[in-house]
């Protein structure tokens, strides 16, 4: 029988991430399971050190739970296996790495090594899949003013209303790898390390997160006005933007500066940051 201690992050008394955390119990009925809210992990370093040689960490939730807790771990030395079991609702990771349904919890130590690190308003992040300035950031914004006021939230919704009238694109300085570029009515300008953006979206067809070089793909959906980018704004679901140079543009780098010529709310891992204004990657 082994030990796996199964981590979920309740943000109030009414949610149901600890209950969702309880589906691990259906893949490992003859083991031993800890739940632990992280919330109560004040010090990741005893926590790991307090554990025995054979346990198992499984983290539970979505790409923004993943998000914390490479973050709250970053720089631990630790011999324990990482497994991950999603119960989010984008869960763009999982999607990544070819999880399917109903499947149990599934090591991820490999997606975890040689992540990128994104500095923001001088702060610097680890982040799993993205970094994402422009309509993607208004979206999650949004998202939070409407759990706030305790309202449901659909993103499609959330994207349609930012297209049709209420998100502005502004215009944006991209430097990759020392090549500058200048771009106006930036919509999107989103740094990918997996393939997946907000919620499904195929942004970045091409990209591998485990490619020796650790390359990111950067998305520029641009130059457009409202109504054109809002019809064509459905191709990024499958990828059928790439190719369409008036339209978008993939950019493959390691050093990775942009500027946006007002501030915007950008989003990394579905966390988000307002009034940012630059955001700069480093692999």
Not at 7 to 24: E, I, P
Not at 143 to 171: E, F, H, M, Q, S
């Amino acid at each position: 029988m082994s030990k796996y201690y199964v981590l979920y992050h309740r943000l109030d008394r009414n949610d149901s991430s600890r209950s969702k955390a309880d589906g691990v119990s259906k893949f490992l009925p003859n083991d031993e399971l800890i739940f632990k809210d992280v919330l109560e992990i004040n010090d990741y370093q005893s926590f790991f050190d307090n554990l025995e040689d054979e346990d198992g960490i499984i983290v539970t939730g979505g790409d923004g739970s993943l998000h914390k807790f490479i973050n709250r771990t970053n720089g631990i030395n630790h011999n324990h296996h990482i497994y991950y079991f999603p119960t989010g609702t984008g869960n763009d990771f999982y999607k990544d790495i070819g999880g399917k349904k109903n499947q149990g919890p599934v090591v991820i130590d490999q997606y975890l090594r040689f992540l990128p690190t994104v500095t923001v308003n001088g702060k610097s992040y680890k982040y799993i899949n993205n970094v994402s300035f422009g309509i993607d950031g208004y979206c999650t914004a949004a998202a939070d003013d409407l759990r706030a006021k305790g309202k449901k939230v659909n993103y499609t919704t959330i994207a349609l209303d930012g297209l049709l009238a209420k998100y502005k694109p502004c215009d944006a300085i991209i430097e990759i790898d020392g090549v500058k570029q200048h771009y106006k009515k930036v919509w999107l300008a989103s740094t990918m390390n997996g393939r997946y953006l907000g919620g499904g979206m195929m942004a970045a067809p091409g990209q591998n997160r485990l490619n020796k070089a650790h390359f990111q793909s950067v998305l520029l959906y641009y130059n457009k006005g409202r109504l054109h980018s809002l019809l064509n704004f459905p191709k990024i679901f499958k990828g059928k933007h790439v190719g369409k140079p008036s339209l978008a543009q993939l950019l493959p780098g390691r050093s990775i500066h942009v500027t946006f010529s007002e501030p915007r709310a950008i989003q990394i891992d579905g966390e988000t940051i307002r009034d940012v204004t630059e955001y700069t990657v480093r692999v």
